[in-house]
């Protein structure tokens, strides 16, 4: 177990150290990152205490700087690097009625090229993943013509590929349903799939764990994604009704397990499989850097409780037959307590055993709290 949980990495999001919150209301909270680099600060006490949080993604224009380069050192000199790029093609007037699949060339040309431009920023970061969520759909029948609007973001996507250099990748995300309510242009996997596939080796799927319908066996989407070697990276959150955007396990913590368990059995937490793990999340009522703390721990600990299912007995059980007794052995894993083994397992990496506790008596919260006043704290946008 020790030597696969050496070698797992969860990337967090720049935007998980901002304010958040619904449709309704965005809260402001004491200490909340103001820029950037207070965000990458915020994520490398993450990574301080956990042990299992060395990147940190980037969302543009969100995170804009001038000089990526400097932003690239800050990062390194707190203990993290720079990982993921995100696109946004969903916060601008032109992209109303689309990004990549609108009809107007002009616009869509307008989003291709803010992809290239995170493509540019990636080769200043170093980083390797850009990632695609698009809120492109409609909300009506007839609003749009669904074959032609697929033709488009084919095009649209090859024309970004094109760019996309041998080092690099392009992971595109699915989305049920929200902001368009009708019809989403990349509603699941098989249509990013699709995409993907038809543009090279070197485009992958993205799946958020909260973007699917209610009752989606996500765990078989995992599996058959790393079968046809396309599941390039995973959104880590928790859902109770949609995209809740809630603490990865909060919802459902044997469907973490379940996820985590295909995720060993497909082989993606191979050091060379090239699945990157990234916490995906808004916290809305809890305070963020905690909050990112419990998400890493979260899928920690259902990793480590997925490592203990004697593969080997469920193997016999299955080719046997046997219903209950396969399933008594998910069970009897699922049910163990790791906590303790993994408390002395970051003893012996010179990581606090308990980081939540850790964080609370660091301090930390207390110093950014006095220090950042003034100024406006990051949100969604910003």
């Not at 804009?64 to 720079?82: C, E, F, K, N």
């Not at 916290?283 to 909050?291: L, R, T, Y």
């Amino acid at each position: 177990m020790n030597a696969v949980l050496d070698h797992l990495a969860i990337e967090l999001p720049s935007w998980a150290f901002g304010n958040s919150g619904t449709r309704f209301k965005v809260f402001g909270t004491p200490g909340t990152a103001r820029t950037v680099q207070e965000k990458i600060a915020d994520a490398a006490m993450v990574h301080r205490v956990t042990g299992l949080a060395p990147t940190v993604a980037l969302h543009i224009p969100w995170d804009t700087v001038d000089d990526y380069a400097a932003l690239s050192a800050y990062a390194q000199d707190h203990g993290v690097t720079l990982g993921t790029v995100n696109s946004n093609t969903f916060q601008d007037d032109d992209y109303k009625f689309g990004s990549l699949t609108h009809t107007d060339k002009a616009v869509r040309q307008k989003a291709i090229d803010h992809h290239l431009h995170c493509i540019e920023v990636m080769n200043q970061t170093g980083s390797r993943d850009l990632k695609v969520w698009l809120a492109d759909g409609t909300n009506y029948p007839g609003q749009g013509d669904i074959r032609g609007r697929q033709d488009r973001l084919a095009d649209s996507l090859a024309a970004i590929y094109q760019h996309i250099g041998p080092n690099q990748r392009m992971v595109l995300e699915y989305k049920f349903f929200e902001p368009a309510m009708y019809m989403t242009d990349v509603p699941d996997w098989g249509t990013s799939y699709a995409h993907v596939t038809a543009l090279g080796e070197r485009a992958m799927v993205c799946l958020d764990t909260g973007h699917h319908a209610p009752g989606t066996n996500i765990e078989f989407i995992v599996a058959q994604l790393l079968r046809l070697g396309r599941l390039g990276s995973f959104d880590f959150n928790s859902r109770f009704y949609a995209d809740d955007d809630l603490i990865v396990g909060a919802a459902d913590p044997f469907q973490l397990f379940r996820i985590m368990f295909e995720v060993i059995r497909g082989g993606g937490l191979d050091p060379k499989s090239g699945v990157a793990l990234m916490l995906d999340q808004c916290h809305n009522v809890e305070a963020k850097i905690p909050g990112q703390i419990r998400s890493v721990l979260n899928v920690l600990e259902m990793t480590a409780r997925a490592l203990l299912v004697d593969t080997d007995a469920l193997t016999a059980a299955q080719e046997a037959s046997d219903v209950l007794g396969a399933n008594a052995i998910l069970m009897d894993a699922f049910y163990t307590d790791v906590r303790p083994q993994l408390a002395q397992w970051r003893s012996e990496r010179g990581l606090p055993a308990d980081p939540m506790t850790a964080f609370a008596e660091s301090g930390y919260q207390e110093t950014i709290n006095a220090d950042r006043v003034g100024g406006t704290q990051s949100s969604w946008g910003a």
